[in-house]
């Protein structure tokens, strides 16, 4: 362990907390539809946008009704990516396929357009192989943009529903996605990807570059729109690499400056939402709770990571190698990092993108030591709640705040309530359902993928070896693709693709279906679930907070809140992380 | 539902437009014009020839793949041939694997092979830097630690009859610091070092 490192965490929470605050402030403005500095600007667009989809922003929508345009919207961009990706070498007229690449087989192509719609960016596929430019940009940007927007415009209706005092009404589900776009995601994706471009990041649409080294062995460098790309990745905690190594390729993230730049910009709007949550329902101290409850978590994840990454792996020990800290070497279990990140950039990455639904990495998961990776494991354990994604996360902590309130309501005998709305037994009975739908998809998929010979046909034997690590793969890609995140023990495999270009290349059916229905289930039915909460919540009458109200913005109710947190998630996972990584982590034994 | 159909499908079809085709080429031309070499792949030609890019890694061998002794090593990468940028991989080595072991021992037994005999006292397995044994994360690591650089300089100089200090110089020259003062860590990028000590040579 480094001084550079303890510092690039602590000066990380400050910067990012500095930053959320403002953005807080104004994303409630731009949902609440106050004044802001773009409206000069996005207004016209703004209005152009509702002309042309024949959209009346002034209908309010009840639960159901906005459910129902989230899904038959969610429905048109699957088809629509499917679709893209199916005809992508029918595209090549564009321009944008210089390489020439075909499509994906459909069952790769099943998984890739779930994954993308449901904000995953679970990649069976290695971006510069496969896909072509036009796929990248017409096909799973957009999705990047349209999977963030859900997201966001879900806890937005349920910080209405929570605040409501005016009946069923949660917004428009149009209105809502339409400002998120204007008004943030575009916007600030143009400027990350400008940043990202002056540290070195590509962006052109040139053919690769073939040529010959100094030393006159042939050589390709792939090329690309990546900048435009990485930012909206990141921003909209989505995570699918333009290239197969993601964050970790140069071009992606090309210095130590660019991955703590990247960190901040993943955090950014999971972060903001809590404050702007705190204004929106008119009492700031409730974010800063919420805010306190996952940073707590987080820094908690962020530590044990980097202390265990910093101590190396059996493998390096075993091999000879010293792994402490050296004049001109930062040490450690720098297996799968990259040099310029070192491993205190690589634990905090991880870490972040893991907390988020974002999946972006920037080192190998599966080569992190048996409880730097187990920290990966306790963050999607904990269901997306420790910031989570853009949108999810907020509303999948809120979905436990009402359930520690009911608890806390159960231990000192009131009848629970929040922010002055009675929780009732039907607010109960969808937050426990909403809250267990992801774990209980996880383990179903795991069980039945470690059980079946189709299952066990993706794990990498060859380099993961027998053993716990197997299992570990397998848990991760159902536990990953079910939270929505995207990040891999990416020895697990779903497609073989023999050559560059996908021709002769074929999906795993099992791996590949499983997975992508995984990914569907467990976005849509929590969503439905939050959204009831919502529609139930914001008819509720509000009684005044009397002497006896438990309070729920105190330091109290954050350790209440951390525990149901932590024990839904170890009541849930923790059998099966035993099998695991945490074996992995408790032995020098090698397999 | 019928009217949802509707709106949905002409807002997919504005965001694919306005998201997925101006935005990256608006992003591309403001990029192409105010960072040109940068948005390019800050690409390096010597004599009019592409010789590579400045922040991808390249393998330093013969057509065999082993190393040559005149040129700096690059990190080992997981990529087949190694440091192919045209098909980026993890690879995916476990920390409790047997065959984990095995690589980096075999990492360390070339590494020894390679620099042991030039460096003073020789070398063993506990003095190899990390990043000279474990495997990179991209496969194209343009960078290499400081001390596995200090290292390998005292095989430089004695192929390539050059005095420490020159090669010394090239080493901070080609060093960079650490984000902001304190994010990530220094490292000297391999493909600018070999070139500047082929320019040396051909001054000389």
């Known amino acids: 362990m480094t001084v550079s490192g303890w510092l690039t965490i602590f000066i990380f929470v400050g910067v990012l907390t500095a930053l959320a605050i403002p953005m807080g402030s104004y994303l409630a403005a731009v949902y609440s539809g106050e004044r802001t500095f773009l409206d000069p600007i996005m207004r016209v667009p703004e209005r152009f946008a509702y002309r042309i989809m024949r959209v009346d922003p002034t209908r309010e929508q009840n639960w159901k009704q906005y459910a129902k345009s989230l899904i038959i919207f969610s429905l048109v961009g699957w088809l629509l990516i499917y679709f893209i990706l199916r005809t992508q070498g029918l595209w090549s007229f564009t321009g944008l396929n210089p390489m020439g690449f075909h499509s994906m087989p459909a069952n790769v192509t099943f998984n890739t357009a779930s994954s993308f719609l449901t904000n995953t960016n679970w990649q069976f596929y290695g971006g510069e192989t496969t896909m072509s430019y036009f796929s990248q940009m017409a096909g799973l940007a957009v999705q990047n943009y349209a999977s963030a927007a859900v997201g966001i415009v879900v806890a937005v209706a349920l910080i209405r529903g929570i605040a409501g005092r005016t009946g069923s009404s949660l917004g428009n589900f149009y209105q809502d996605v339409v400002r998120t776009i204007l008004w943030v995601l575009l916007p600030l994706s143009f400027v990350i990807s400008l940043v990202l471009v002056s540290q070195g990041s590509i962006q052109n649409f040139s053919h690769y570059l073939n040529f010959h080294g100094i030393q006159h062995i042939a050589q390709t460098i792939a090329m690309g729109p990546v900048a435009s790309q990485e930012a909206i990745k990141m921003l909209g905690t989505n995570g699918g690499g333009f290239f197969n190594v993601n964050s970790a390729h140069p071009f992606e993230n090309p210095t130590g400056f660019t991955n703590f730049f990247e960190m901040l910009v993943v955090l950014l709007i999971p972060a903001a939402l809590v404050f702007a949550y705190g204004k929106m329902v008119g009492a700031r101290r409730q974010g800063y709770a919420i805010y306190g409850t996952m940073m707590v978590m987080f820094l908690g994840a962020v530590i044990v990571c980097?202390?265990?990454?910093?101590?190396?792996?059996?493998?390096?020990?075993?091999?000879?190698?010293?792994?402490?800290?050296?004049?001109?070497?930062?040490?450690?279990?720098?297996?799968?990092?990259?040099?310029?990140?070192?491993?205190?950039?690589?634990?905090?990455?991880?870490v972040v993108t893991t907390v988020t639904s974002c999946g972006a990495v920037n080192s190998a998961l599966e080569s992190f030591t048996g409880i730097g990776g187990a920290v990966p494991f306790a963050n999607l354990s904990a269901s997306e709640v420790i910031f989570g994604g853009v949108?999810?996360?907020?509303?999948?902590?809120?979905?436990?705040?009402?359930?520690?309130?009911?608890?806390?309501?159960?231990?000192?005998?009131?009848?629970?309530?929040?922010?002055?709305?009675?929780?009732?037994?039907?607010?109960?009975?969808?937050?426990?359902?909403?809250?267990?739908?992801?774990?209980?998809s996880a383990l179903f998929c795991t069980a039945l993928a470690t059980a079946s010979s189709a299952g066990r046909a993706s794990i990498d034997t060859a380099v993961a070896g027998g053993g716990p690590q197997a299992f570990s793969e397998t848990f991760y890609a159902y536990l990953s693709?079910?939270?929505?995140?995207?990040?891999?023990?990416?020895?697990?495999?779903?497609?073989?693709?023999?050559?560059?270009?996908?021709?002769?290349?074929?999906?795993?059916?099992?791996?590949?279906?499983?997975?992508?229905?995984?990914?569907?289930?467990?976005?849509?039915?929590?969503?439905?679930?939050?959204?009831?909460?919502?529609?139930?919540?914001a008819g509720k009458r509000v009684s005044p907070a009397g002497l006896g109200t438990m309070r729920t913005d105190n330091g109290?109710?954050?350790?209440?809140?951390?525990?149901?947190?932590?024990?839904?998630?170890?009541?849930?996972?923790?059998?099966?992380?035993?099998?695991?990584?945490?074996?992995?982590?408790?032995?020098?034994?090698?397999? | 539902m019928r009217k949802d159909i509707l709106t949905s499908a002409i807002g997919m079809l504005v965001l694919t437009l306005v998201c997925g085709l101006a935005y990256p080429l608006l992003v591309t031309g403001i990029s192409q014009v105010a960072f040109h070499g940068n948005a390019n792949g800050q690409q390096v030609f010597v004599d009019g020839k592409l010789v590579g890019s400045k922040i991808i890694g390249?393998?330093?061998?013969?057509?065999?793949?082993?190393?040559?002794?005149?040129?700096?090593?690059?990190?080992?990468?997981?990529?087949?041939?190694?440091?192919?940028?045209?098909g980026t991989e993890f690879e995916n080595y476990g920390p409790n694997s047997v065959i984990t072991e095995k690589a980096i021992a075999a990492n360390i037994k070339q590494y020894i092979a390679l620099n042991g005999k030039y460096y003073p006292g020789g070398l063993n397995a506990s003095k190899v830097p990390v990043?000279?044994?474990?495997?990179?994360?991209?496969?194209?690591?343009?960078?290499?630690?400081v001390l596995n650089a200090d290292i390998q300089a005292y095989r430089i100089e004695a192929v390539r009859h050059l005095p420490a200090a020159t090669v010394h110089g090239l080493i901070s020259k080609y060093t960079s610091g650490r984000g902001l003062g304190f994010s990530g860590e220094p490292g000297v990028d391999v493909l600018e070092l070999n070139l500047a000590l082929n320019r040396l040579r051909t001054n000389q």
């Not at chain 1, 949108?391 to 159960?410: E, M, Q």
């Not at chain 1, 560059?500 to 999906?507: R, T």
């Not at chain 1, 839904?568 to 035993?578: C, E, H, R, S």
């Open chain 1, 306 to 350: 980097y202390i265990a990454e910093a101590h190396g792996s059996p493998a390096q020990h075993a091999a000879g190698l010293h792994t402490a800290v050296t004049a001109g070497s930062t040490g450690g279990n720098l297996e799968g990092k990259e040099q310029r990140f070192g491993i205190a950039g690589s634990a905090i990455f991880n």
């Open chain 2, 58 to 86: 390249q393998a330093f061998t013969d057509a065999k793949g082993n190393p040559l002794p005149r040129y700096f090593q690059s990190r080992p990468s997981g990529t087949d041939p190694a440091d192919n940028d045209a």
């Open chain 1, 391 to 440: 949108g999810t996360g907020l509303y999948s902590i809120l979905l436990y705040v009402l359930l520690a309130v009911f608890i806390g309501g159960l231990m000192v005998g009131r009848t629970p309530e929040y922010l002055g709305k009675k929780i009732g037994a039907r607010e109960i009975k969808l937050v426990s359902l909403g809250i267990l739908i992801t774990p209980l």
């Open chain 1, 556 to 591: 109290t109710f954050v350790v209440l809140l951390i525990g149901v947190i932590v024990l839904v998630g170890a009541l849930t996972f923790f059998p099966a992380m035993l099998l695991g990584p945490i074996v992995q982590g408790l032995t020098g034994h090698l397999y």
């Open chain 2, 131 to 145: 990043d000279a044994a474990d495997t990179s994360a991209s496969g194209v690591d343009p960078d290499i630690s």
């Open chain 1, 481 to 537: 693709q079910a939270n929505n995140n995207g990040s891999a023990f990416a020895g697990y495999t779903g497609f073989i693709q023999p050559n560059a270009g996908n021709l002769g290349s074929h999906g795993i059916n099992f791996a590949d279906f499983l997975g992508g229905g995984a990914m569907l289930f467990a976005r849509y039915a929590p969503i439905l679930f939050a959204l009831a909460v919502a529609g139930s919540l």
